[in-house]
C-alpha cells in the first residue's frame, strides 16, 4: 500500500491512530488524514497538545523519529464532501479508521455519508477496497454487534484494539505496536513493530 486514507474518530485510542501515521508514512506511504471534531479533543487529551492536527506531523518526528516529507500527509477537513476521498476515482489504495467510534460505525453500516470519513469508508466499500475498522467500545450492545456484521457482510475488516501477550509485552508501547502490526497486517504493509508468532 502507498496510498492510505486514515480516520480518526472520537473513541478513545488516539495512541493507536498516532502510531499508525507512525507506521504508514515510515514504509514510504502517502497520508491522507481526516479528523472528526472529537477525535481531534482526543488527540489533545489522550496525546497531548503536540498531537494537535497542525503539529502531528512534527510530533511524528520527535515521538517515533519519522520524517515527514512535503506532500505526503494531506489533511482534509471532515466537513469537507467535495474532497478527493468523497469519490471512487481518487487513488487511495485503503482505508483505516482508528479508532472507530460506534456513531462512526453506524453511519458507515447504514450509509449515511453524513462526515468525509463515512464517506470515504463509504467509498472503499463500494469499489471493493479495502476497509479497516478499529472500533474501541466495551461491552458491545446488539446493536454494535449487529452493524458491524453488516460491515463485515459488505466487506469491512472489523479490528478491535485486543492486544495479545504472548509476545511478554513491556510496556504500553508494545501494546499498541501489537494492535497497530495488525492493522498493518490487514493492509499488506511490511513491518518489524512486533515478533510473528514463533519468531524470536
Known amino acids: 500500500m502507498t496510498h ?21 508514512l515510515a514504509h514510504g506511504a502517502t497520508v491522507e488524514l481526516v479528523v472528526s471534531d472529537y477525535g481531534r479533543r482526543l488527540l489533545r487529551d489522550e496525546v497531548g497538545p503536540d498531537a494537535a492536527i497542525d503539529r502531528l506531523a512534527t510530533y511524528v518526528t520527535s515521538r517515533y523519529g519519522v520524517a515527514v516529507e512535503p506532500g505526503r500527509l494531506i489533511v482534509h477537513s471532515n466537513r ?26 453506524a453511519g458507515i453500516a447504514h450509509g449515511l455519508s453524513r462526515s468525509l470519513i463515512e464517506r470515504a469508508a463509504d467509498v472503499m466499500l463500494k469499489e471493493r477496497r479495502k476497509l479497516v475498522l478499529v472500533p474501541r467500545e466495551t461491552p458491545l450492545s446488539t446493536i454494535h454487534l449487529a452493524n458491524m456484521l453488516a460491515l463485515a457482510q459488505a466487506g469491512a475488516v472489523i479490528l478491535p484494539p485486543a492486544p495479545g501477550f504472548y509476545n511478554d509485552p513491556k510496556s504500553i508501547a508494545d501494546l499498541v505496536d501489537f494492535v497497530v502490526a495488525r492493522v498493518l497486517d490487514q493492509l499488506g504493509v511490511e513491518h518489524t513493530l512486533q515478533p510473528r508468532w514463533g519468531e524470536s
Do not use: F, H, N
Not at 492510505?4 to 504508514?24: D, E, N, Q, W
Not at 469537507?80 to 460505525?105: H, N, R, Y
Open 80 to 105: 469537507d464532501l467535495g474532497a478527493s476521498l468523497a469519490s471512487g476515482s481518487q487513488g487511495c489504495e485503503a482505508m483505516v479508521i482508528v479508532p472507530c467510534s460506534m456513531k462512526t460505525l
Open 4 to 24: 492510505v486514507a486514515l480516520g480518526i474518530t472520537g473513541a478513545s485510542g488516539a495512541v493507536y491512530a498516532v502510531r499508525t501515521l507512525a507506521a504508514l
